[in-house]
């Protein structure tokens, strides 16, 4: 408008654009920050329901592998005893079915209680105190309160079975397990 830049930039002049700069300033800073916390909590929730994810699959995992290993170590022990003793077999194969039955019923599910865990491992370690020869042997000490909370379904069985794959034992030195409670966790 033919006005010389010094005109402008007057000292009344300054004081306007110095406080539209900072006005600007904080505006965009507020903006951007409120953008970052937002993506920050977008990462935040992702990376959650990703662990969450991953210890499912994981979990499903551990359960598509202990079917069919166990299966296979199940029939082999109901075999040798359709010959040895008939009645202990058909006491273990209605050991097995019943197993199954758990299995089938909770493989949907992810966590049961305490106490259907402990129930189930109760049974496959009767299962496998057959086929071992007695020469295995549980203590538990749970709360009658812990008993009504949920873990995830399956895994006293993984344990129970990773002690029996892991360790040497034999009615002369049998194997002794124990799950305890202390404080919030099992042992």
């Known amino acids: 408008f ?24 904080i505006v965009s800073i507020t903006l951007h920050a ?8 977008n990462e ?28 296979f170590n199940s029939f082999n022990v109901l075999s040798g005893l359709i010959d040895e003793d008939p009645k202990k077999a058909q006491s273990f194969l209605a050991g097995l079915s019943a197993i199954y039955r758990y299995i089938l019923e909770q493989r949907n599910e992810d966590t049961r209680t305490v106490a259907d865990e402990l129930n189930f ?14 020469s295995i ?16 379904s399956l895994t006293l069985q993984l344990l129970l079975e990773n ?3 892991h360790n040497g034992f034999n009615e002369q030195n049998p194997l002794h397990i124990e799950i305890n409670q202390e404080d919030d966790q099992l042992c």
């Open 2 to 25: 033919g006005y010389k830049l010094d005109s402008l930039l007057i000292s009344e002049n300054r004081t306007f654009y110095f406080i539209a700069l900072i006005i600007t300033c």
């Open 34 to 41: 409120i953008g970052f916390f937002r993506e920050v909590q």
């Open 44 to 71: 935040r929730t992702i990376s959650a329901q990703l662990r969450q994810e991953k210890v499912s699959s994981e979990l499903s995992a551990l359960r598509t592998q202990v079917d069919p290993h166990f299966l």
């Open 121 to 134: 491992a109760k049974q496959y370690l009767q299962l496998q105190r057959m086929r071992f020869e007695d």
């Open 137 to 152: 042997y549980l203590k538990t000490n749970i709360s009658k309160d812990a008993l009504h909370r949920k873990i995830p």
């Open 163 to 165: 002690a029996i794959k």
